[in-house]
């Protein structure tokens, strides 16, 4: 079965009370997009939106036209971050509204981002805008509300078992204990199986998943702790800035180049555990950060598609179902990140990921299927 490609999706493309108190009134991700200019010669800022426009997520016609477009450049599904805190949701009415609805007919999964909601949009405990609190009831709780999505017969699954993921699985108290009494609900409630992932967003996340009580791991692109060094931060850059000769952004940003981190990344050692892997189209959080932000610069729609069809023919399936490669993201404007079209690139980015899923040699042949049975690479 070839490769799923599975790209995550932000669903801040709509108002909503809280962010209005916090941003100001009418603040949606395309508050910061339009802000952002560019810092140095050649920097591509702002990102700004072709075919589909500035949409609003509230609209059924912009989460159709989404899918109807992902789907025709060869995306199986989207994987929709879900934000949970303590049985309050932000952020859920375009999840809301696909499930009541049943459009679009389109895969998905969760991915709950635990994180706090900060103003540094990092989700470090800098002023905390509002906080995770976990518990066993609240375990208990959220798995009641999941269920119900994991029901939906459109939700991604492996083998029958709904895919879900955690963003930070270490900070939860005890993640081994969540994943049971999670297992247990689900179970109680007739949803059966299901199939956990941690994501590797952070250093302390890459390890076995296992040993958290998890099934798998997602690799996180951009994989900042395994890129290459960042540029012009050399002893004779500091001399040059010093004499003025230099620019100071190079200092006051991370900047690094999208070539490097292609063939970096492409060369990363596989895991001695069960993990799929993921790619970025680009990288630009300059929109979000005035100061220390961080740019890929030269990114384009011809690399990226070497970055994707290079881990799709690297990748073997762990079995036919379990055959699931992440692209970060869909639609996150605001950290230039992004596969739907830009007045820049059009569709390059989604011609590109068309191209390289026909020609990744994805297809997990009948060869492979007893060895992937024990394969742990990833």
């Known amino acids: 079965m070839p490769a799923r490609v599975v790209a995550f999706h932000l669903p801040q493309f709509h108002p909503i009370p809280e962010n209005d108190r916090w941003w100001g009134k009418g603040f949606t991700e395309w508050t910061n997009v339009v802000r952002a200019r560019p810092q140095f010669a050649g920097h591509h800022q702002p990102h700004l939106p072709a075919d589909l426009g500035f949409y609003d997520l509230r609209l059924p016609e912009a989460r159709a036209a989404q899918a109807e477009l992902a789907q025709e450049y060869g995306i199986f599904g989207f994987c929709y971050y879900h934000y949970w805190f303590n049985g309050h949701r932000l952020l859920e009415r375009p999840v809301n509204?696909?499930?009541?609805?049943g459009e679009p007919r389109f895969p998905f999964c969760l991915c709950w981002a635990n994180e706090?909601?900060?103003?540094?949009?990092?989700?470090?405990?800098?002023?905390?805008?509002?906080?995770?609190?976990?518990?066993?009831?609240?375990?208990?709780?959220?798995?009641?509300?999941?269920?119900?999505?994991f029901r939906d017969?459109?939700?991604?699954?492996?083998?029958?078992?709904?895919?879900?993921?955690v963003y930070r699985a270490r900070r939860l108290p005890d993640p081994a204990r969540t994943a049971e009494?999670?297992?247990?609900?689900?179970?109680?409630?007739?949803?059966?199986?299901?199939?956990?992932?941690?994501v590797e967003s952070f250093p302390d996340e890459r390890d076995d998943p296992h040993a958290l009580g998890f099934d798998a791991a997602v690799e996180f692109q951009p994989d900042w702790d395994n890129f290459p060094s960042a540029l012009r931060r050399e002893a004779h850059w500091g001399y040059a800035r010093t004499l003025g000769l230099a620019s100071d952004?190079?200092?006051?940003?991370?900047i690094y180049d999208y070539d490097q981190v292609v063939r970096t990344m492409l060369a990363k050692p596989r895991v001695d555990y069960k993990r799929?892997?993921?790619v970025t189209p680009s990288w630009d959080n300059s929109a979000r950060r005035r100061n220390h932000a961080s740019i890929i610069r030269g990114a384009t729609p011809d690399l990226y598609e070497q970055w994707l069809a290079g881990v799709l023919r690297r990748f073997t399936p762990f079995s036919a179902e379990e055959n699931l490669v992440f692209v970060n993201a869909w639609n996150e404007w605001g950290e230039g990140n992004h596969l739907e079209p830009c007045q820049r690139w059009q569709?390059?980015?989604?011609?590109?990921?068309?191209?390289?899923?026909?020609?990744?040699d994805a297809t997990l042949r009948p060869a492979q299927v007893a060895a992937t049975a024990t394969s742990s690479g990833g």
């Open 181 to 198: 009494i999670w297992r247990e609900t689900a179970w109680a409630l007739g949803v059966g199986e299901i199939y956990l992932c941690r």
């Open 116 to 149: 706090n909601w900060t103003r540094r949009w990092d989700g470090k405990d800098a002023e905390i805008l509002i906080a995770q609190q976990y518990g066993e009831e609240d375990d208990r709780r959220h798995m009641e509300w999941l269920a119900g999505a």
């Open 249 to 254: 952004l190079y200092q006051r940003h991370n």
């Open 276 to 278: 799929f892997p993921a």
């Open 97 to 101: 509204e696909i499930l009541s609805t």
């Open 153 to 165: 017969e459109r939700y991604i699954r492996i083998d029958g078992k709904p895919v879900f993921l």
């Open 347 to 360: 569709r390059g980015y989604l011609e590109a990921t068309r191209a390289a899923i026909e020609a990744g």
